[in-house]
């Protein structure tokens, strides 16, 4: 039985999966995936409902210098969202530069189901992978 129960999102159009019944919910490791996928995708201020929740993108990490002091601070606002996310109990290996104006990050989200990598490439979609 599954521990925690979610609507699937399409992944290219980011809307709610319908018409297919019970298919169109994902469990577990697969939940938890999306949970932090869609935090991270939340933006400060962007829901009406509450206004502080979100990652602080416009606030506090756009405009702001490669600086080592900015740099971690950047890291931990993302790291934050990841770890508050619903199973996840930490976040392990974490990385990030930031070289020519292009911000790297990769984190692996330890959860109660197994392990999430969260990793986003310049260039490229950030991407959300999960191994049991």
Known sequence: M???TVR???PVTFNPLQGNGQNNFIA???AVTQIINTRLRLFQGEWFL???DGLPLFQSILGSSGSVNNLKTVV???SRRIKLSPYVT???NVQASFLNRKFSFYAEAATVFGTVYVTNSPGSSASLTATS
């Open 28 to 30: 577990d490791l697969a």
């Open 8 to 10: 699937a999102i399409d």
């Open 50 to 52: 509450d206004l502080l």
């Open 90 to 92: 930490g976040v392990l």
């Open 2 to 4: 599954a521990t925690i």
């Open 76 to 78: 931990n606002l993302i």
